[in-house]
Structure formats: structure tokens, C-alpha cells
């Protein structure tokens, strides 16, 4: 696998919101203070700031679901 490839065998279900996630990725990693290589071949970095990077990512999208949800709720009524 060529550096700077992902490894993720994952499929997005929306493959179009592949760049909305991977803007999210380097908005987090910032607000963290967390530098991602320019590469962006994520293989060196500490798996402790990787995985704090996936949880904050995994936090804001169950935030934005929830006031998704919260919007289509208040609309049906």
C-alpha cells in the first residue's frame, strides 16, 4: 500500500460525504492540538491521539444525528 493511503477497508454508506468527514477529521485534530503529517499517512502518529481524534469525530456526529433528529421531530408535529 502506497504511504498516504488509508488502510480502512470501511465503506461510506454516502460515499460523497467522504470529504465532510475528512474536513471533521482535520477540524478536530486541530482543536485538540493534535498536528495530522501533511501526508496525511496517519501509520506514525501515537495511537492515543488517533483514537482521541475518532472519539471526538464519533461525539460530534452523534451530536449533529441528535439535533437532526431533534429538528425532524419538532417538525412532524
Same mark, same amino acid.
Request: aromatic share 4%; proline share 0%.
Given at each position: 500500500? #502506497?504511504?498516504? *493511503?488509508?488502510r480502512s477497508s470501511?465503506?461510506?454508506v454516502v460515499p460523497q460525504a467522504n470529504q #465532510?468527514?475528512? *474536513?471533521?477529521?482535520?477540524e478536530v485534530a486541530q482543536e485538540l492540538g493534535i498536528q495530522i503529517p501533511q501526508d496525511g499517512y496517519m501509520g506514525y502518529m501515537a495511537t492515543r491521539d488517533t483514537g482521541a481524534i475518532g472519539g471526538?469525530?464519533?461525539?460530534r456526529l452523534v451530536q449533529i444525528a441528535e439535533q437532526s433528529i431533534a429538528g425532524q421531530a419538532g417538525t412532524t408535529r
Open positions: 500500500m #502506497a504511504r498516504g *493511503q488509508s470501511n465503506q461510506l #465532510a468527514l475528512d *474536513q471533521l477529521k482535520y471526538h469525530i464519533t461525539r
